[in-house]
């Protein structure tokens, strides 16, 4: 029986959460005090929408296929990714069977090497292939695990990031991820006081606890070294995304300088499976955590996933709502998931893409059956009250 062809792309931008999660306004945890590579400016400390971590927004993609089947996935891209999408990325997709994901994802990917491989370009990519399973999957009328070989355990078990890892733990999650507020500029005050805040919170939560600190690219190998040690009489399990995500051999010595029994790990920045390959073969890190919306969608993380595996290194997504745990439930080499806790004081469990996405499976006591997922697709819809944008409208 012939397949469906697709017959139109859109592209739509939204603002105020969403896949670009950073979005959210004043008051919210994850717009405090965090450590960035900006932190080093005074002026850009306080507040990460300071310097535009919000900028982007989120980029909405729909694939209509001739039966009249709509496709659709949400990343961060804006209205960059929406040009991209229509006025470059379209032409891979319109008439081809809804089956060639494949092809399209080799097409659009080659064509945008002269400017794209990463950042924007590939979260556009992601976007697109995810909305590519999306509608394959409902054709096919399956949860997109389904199509990717199916699970390999009946629930998910997940981990929380956010300020709040004592309340996690009563929630049910198996660790706690905390953003690290000071930064190499803030000196021997700052790496005092992010010591403390380790050591006060392992007070709160016990020893079994695992106790998590995400870097996000503020710090610098000496001072990544320091924390790390000084992290390791209170537990701390992993340390992540310290340094640029270029710095390679930055992470390579990390890696060898951190105390025995400490992780590091990294990659949420990474994309395709060649910047992975440069992580997994130089020895950067001992987990690797692509965000399926950025590193180039489930096409390229299927790829990613199986490199990984063969150099014994676990891949744990960086949090991104179903599109990630249609993936952890199918990987024996995926054991946990990141849940990010997204209510503003981190003291409740709300969706990851709150308000984009209706019917968004949640975590109860910290875990999620895969038996939730089981709706066509990514079992998903938009939030009609949410109002999209369609910036480049096709010709
Ligand atoms: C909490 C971190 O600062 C980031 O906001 C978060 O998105 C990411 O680094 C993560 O690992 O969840
Ligand atoms: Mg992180």
Known sequence: MPMPTITAVRAFTVRGGGADYHDQGDGHWIDGQIATPMSRYPEYRAKRSSFGLNVLGTLVVEVEASDGTVGFAVTTGGE??????????????????????????????????????????LNTISGVDLA?????????????????????????????????????KKMGFIGGKMPLKHGPAEREEGLRANVAALAAMRDAVGDDFWLMYDCWMALDLDYATRLAIAGREHGLKWIEECLSPDDYWGYAALRKAVPAGMLVTT????????????????????????????????????????????HA???????????????????????FAEFLMMAPEADRVVPMFHPLLLDEPLPEGGRLKVSALD?????????????????????
């Not at 092809?103 to 950042?119: E, N, V």
């Not at 709706?375 to 010709?395: E, M, Q, S």
């Open 267 to 310: 990659g949420e920045h990474e994309a395709t499976r060649w910047g992975f390959r440069l992580l997994l073969e130089m020895g950067c890190c001992d987990i690797i955590q692509p965000d399926v919306g950025w590193c180039g969608g489930l096409t390229e993380l299927i790829k990613i996933s199986a490199l990984a595996d063969a």
């Open 313 to 335: 290194c676990p891949v744990i997504p960086h949090g991104s709502s179903v599109y990630s745990y249609h993936f952890v439930a199918t990987r024996p080499n995926s054991p």
């Open 80 to 121: 960059i990714g929406c040009f991209v999408v229509e006025r470059h990325l379209a032409r891979f997709l319109v008439g081809r069977p809804v089956t060639e994901i494949e092809r399209m994802w080799d097409q659009m990917y080659a064509a945008s090497q002269f400017y794209g491989r990463k950042g924007v370009v």
């Open 132 to 168: 590519l399973w999306d509608l394959l999957a409902k054709v096919r009328g399956e949860p997109v695990y389904q199509l990717l070989g199916g699970a390999v355990r009946d629930e998910l078990v997940f981990y929380a990031t956010g300020p709040r890892p004592d309340l996690a």
């Open 375 to 395: 709706r066509p697709g990514f079992g998903v819809r938009l939030n009609p009250d949410c109002a999209l944008h369609r910036p480049y409208p096709a010709a």
